[in-house]
């Protein structure tokens, strides 16, 4: 493999992103907006290489790095040097801040313990070929064929696929997927063919950006230095999240990501008043339904919260109507155009039908396993409700925790609805979907612990980031 | 903050250590009324084992298991002389250099279902004495007449050819319940390390999808439980309320936060080790090449080549005795244009359509009639050997 290739396949990603995430919020004067620009922008670059890949190389994937890279250099440049324009003068006082420095132990311990984590999801990811089964079967069986027939052709359901013989469609188990990941999975395989540890790295690369957004997060959210490399720590020793990236391939980890900084830059929008991160807000829940189906559901969620936070002081008593009409106009929109999402939610719910009482508690007992009896979330689950409740006094006086901790129990409860209540529980019963949804919450929820166990609001916003 | 007495504080770590105690206790479910030490045991040094499947040589009291079977497994037994299972529930085993690639299965026979052969997965051994409570396993019962030790590729991870190593079967033994054997089980059930497997990235912990066999609970559940303790004894003998007890609580959820966290990757090293046993030697753009399932590699590559004349929008239709191995066939057979036969109907499986069955019992084709699913296809033959059919759709009957 060329290493040039290789180094353009990771580097204009971040260029892309990055250059737009500056774009949406202005020129980053302070340091968590550049961190938060290196992380998110990685993994919107990424994304955004993927929807060029469509555009620009459907013909020749092959040449993919060539075809893109000039677009997606370009658009990111733009994006900086419009910010750099465009950007406001320095504020001309500046409060003196004391220079603090106690955050160095902790981040140096975050750091060898999670330098070395990531040598070894590294290393691994590079040893072995793609494993898991979803991974081969629906993700990256349309990029391998794109990559390996040299074209970037529809993917359509069986019965279409057997009825227009001629047409070069193409079908598989993951048809209705989104394509957005395997059209970034293309756009890896530009830079040296369809190599399967080569492709998965991207995983090992999507942990270190998420790890590195989320400590800028923590910090724009007024989180002290200190306090948010623990955050990150919290995020990266969770043992379900590393098997995903160590077994590269599945969509869960990106939702997460997208999911977690869509949470963050809403509640800078709402509860710090930073007008522009409602522009990242519009562009990730444009994204999550693009890189899988439940995306959708995290999207209508951020929407609702959206405009909740968006309605003026008299509705506020209405708000709970609002939202449900709100909500209910997206999913009559999503029936009107046949969102593929749909078709997945009636299958559950369709068939709620035959679950019966025994279910209901053969399916919580399997919940309940995922959350305490196994080994997926470390002390996650046990610490959560514990500084919930016991912590309760000093989180709820915070605005942004109790926004948060909403927005998280929302999701929460969707997700223990849709496998307690509905026929999606023999994915709970088997321990396969359930824990796998309950990684799109993992980075908000690290988050929340984080913020339970010391709320920001009580510092002033001018603290020193 | 509020002083604490010297006596408070002693007190306070003798609780906490009577606590831990009794909870690990619990959670090895050692049985009060049973002696310390095993009553009776029964000593299976390697040598008295001898390879059933593969071959194996006795070296002074141990076994040196040097080759696997055609099928790449081994398998080494001993006979018993009518052995009560309900008098020995615990098993000590002992194997040097066991190669990470391979998995580990107790096997054993009854006098009461003679021709019944049970299989038990037994945690990994890695060089020590590691130690398996029988009494929890249902099929443990009765007269055991009897007993050994089967060794296979883990499945879905490593490829057949790549599984085996030689290793020694230094010896086994048979124990009554005791404190002893119960609390040496609960030791190698947290100290077990495994490879990737199928559900690794579904859940980790359990060993297979909607596993229901018994597990010793799990290092965060068990630190949660001490961290409780430290709590409840901290308020009622040290007298902490409130913020005085949380830098107590926080320091010891801390603690055990990053203790689970080790655990975890010293399993994440071992995971790695694997991989490098099986793909290290291969260079990268080789690695996807070598696969647990390299048979169905094989097909899929010579189906490759036999249709490579054919326009990319000829439908290929695959069928094989599984749905992982239809699917797997079809991943290997990228970028042919396929798609699985048993979801197809006679009227649209149009003239010129392809169709591919991998070792399926079903009727072979006769007279260019090929049936299958209750529909009839009229079809040409590519190829037809005794694992597959490589066949063209000639027309349909209506």
């Known amino acids: 493999m060329n290493p040039w290739a290789m180094a353009t396949a990771w580097l204009v990603p971040q260029l892309l992103g990055s250059g737009l995430y500056v774009l949406i919020v202005g020129w980053p004067r302070q340091r968590c907006d550049r961190i938060i620009a290196a992380g998110l922008g990685w993994i919107v670059g990424v994304l955004l290489c993927g929807v060029l890949t469509r555009l620009l190389a459907s013909a020749d994937p ?61 290393s691994d990811i590079w040893l072995h070929p793609t ?129 977690a900084q869509a949470a963050f830059a809403w509640l800078r929008w709402h509860c710090r008043s930073e007008q522009r991160q409602l522009g990242v807000v519009i562009g990730l829940i444009v994204l999550l339904p693009m890189v899988k189906l439940e995306g959708a559901v995290w999207a209508i969620v951020l929407g609702a919260a959206s405009v909740f936070s968006s309605l003026p002081a008299w509705s506020r008593q209405r708000r709970l109507l609002l939202g449900f009409a709100f909500a209910t106009t997206l999913i009559l929109l999503s029936v009107a155009f046949g969102a593929a999402w749909i078709s997945v939610a009636r299958r559950y719910f369709g068939n709620s039908g035959a679950v019966n009482l025994a279910d209901v508690s053969d399916s919580l007992k399997a919940f309940s396993a995922g959350l305490w009896a196994q080994g997926n979330w470390n002390l996650l689950w046990f610490a959560l409700p514990v500084v919930m409740f016991g912590n309760r006094h000093a989180w709820m006086r915070s605005a942004t925790t109790r926004r948060l901790a909403v927005l998280a129990a929302v999701s929460f409860l969707l997700i223990a609805g849709l496998f307690v209540f509905t026929a999606a529980a023999r994915y709970a019963q088997s321990y396969s979907a359930v824990n796998r949804l309950m990684l799109q919450l993992a980075p908000m929820l690290a988050a929340l612990l984080l913020l339970m166990l010391k709320s920001p609001d009580s510092l002033s916003p001018q603290t020193q980031r | 903050m509020r002083r604490v007495s010297a006596a408070a504080m002693a007190a306070f770590v003798l609780a906490l250590a009577v606590s831990w105690a009794i909870l690990l206790m619990c959670a090895a479910r050692v049985d009060v009324r049973s002696p310390l030490s095993p009553a009776k045991e029964l000593s299976l040094p390697g040598s008295r084992f001898h390879p059933v499947f593969g071959s194996a040589n006795p070296e002074a009291q141990h076994l040196r298991v040097e080759a696997a079977a055609k099928d790449f497994s081994g398998l080494q037994v001993t006979a018993l002389a009518n052995l009560l299972a309900s008098d020995f529930p615990i098993l000590r085993y002992h194997m040097v250099e066991f190669p990470r690639t391979l998995e580990l299965s107790l096997v054993f026979r009854t006098a009461e279902a003679p021709d019944d052969v049970q299989s038990i997965s037994l945690p990994r051994p890695e060089g020590h004495e590691s130690t398996f409570d029988l009494a929890q396993v249902p099929a443990w019962r009765g007269t055991i007449t009897e007993l050994g030790f089967a060794e296979f590729p883990t499945a879905q991870l490593v490829p057949p050819a790549a599984g085996f190593r030689a290793f020694t079967l230094a010896g086994a033994q048979l124990e009554s ?120 590699r094989e097909v899929a590559l010579h189906v490759r080549s036999k249709l490579s004349g054919y326009p990319r929008t000829t439908r290929v239709l695959v069928s094989a005795p599984s749905p992982y191995d239809t699917l797997r066939l079809i991943y290997h057979a990228l970028p042919l244009n396929v798609g699985v036969l048993a979801g197809v109907d006679a009227e649209h499986a149009a003239p010129g359509t392809i169709v591919v069955r991998y070792a399926d019992d079903q009727d072979k084709v006769k007279d260019g009639v090929l049936h299958f699913g209750g529909i009839t296809l009229h079809v040409r033959t590519v190829e037809q050997r005794p694992d597959l059919g490589i066949y063209v759709v000639a027309t349909v009957p209506r």
């Open chain 1, 62 to 122: 092959a040449r993919v790095l060539i075809s893109v890279s000039p677009w997606a250099v370009s658009i990111g440049l733009g994006g900086w040097l419009v910010a750099w324009w465009l950007r406001a003068a320095p504020p001309t006082t500046v409060a003196p801040q004391p220079i603090a420095r106690q955050w160095w132990p902790w981040a140096l311990i975050v750091l060898v313990l999670l330098g070395w984590r990531g040598w070894l999801l590294a």
């Open chain 1, 131 to 259: 494993l898991p089964w979803d991974a081969w079967a629906a993700w990256q069986a349309k990029a391998k064929t794109w990559v390996l027939a040299g074209e970037i052709t529809p993917f359509v359901s069986f019965g279409d696929w057997l009825a227009h013989p001629k047409e070069l469609l193409r079908t598989g188990i993951g048809y209705s997927y989104p394509d957005l990941l395997p059209w970034a999975m293309v756009w890896f395989a530009g830079a040296g063919g369809w190599i399967e540890p080569w492709i998965n790295l991207a995983w090992f690369g999507l942990w270190v950006a998420l790890l590195v957004a989320q400590y800028g997060q923590l910090r724009a959210l007024g989180v002290a230095a200190s306090h948010a490399w623990i955050g990150v720590y919290l995020l990266g020793s969770l043992p379900l999240l590393e098997s995903h990236v160590a077994l590269g391939g599945y969509a869960d980890l990106w939702v997460a990501a997208l999911f």
């Open chain 2, 177 to 296: 319940l005791s404190w002893r054997g119960r609390l040496a089980t609960l030791l190698t059930s947290w100290h077990e390390r495994r490879p990737w497997q199928l559900i690794s990235v579904s859940a980790v912990g359990p060993t297979e999808t909607g596993d229901s066999s018994p597990h010793a609970p799990r290092l965060p559940l068990i630190f949660a439980f001490a961290l409780l303790a430290v709590g409840v004894l901290g308020r009622s003998i040290l007298r902490l309320r409130g913020k005085a007890l949380q830098p107590l609580l926080l320091a010891s959820a801390a603690i055990a936060w990053v203790a689970c966290d080790l655990v975890w990757q010293r399993d994440l090293v071992y995971k790695r080790e694997t991989d490098r046993d099986v793909w290290g030697d291969a260079p990268l753009a080789a690695r996807q090449d070598r696969v647990p399932d390299a048979q169905l």
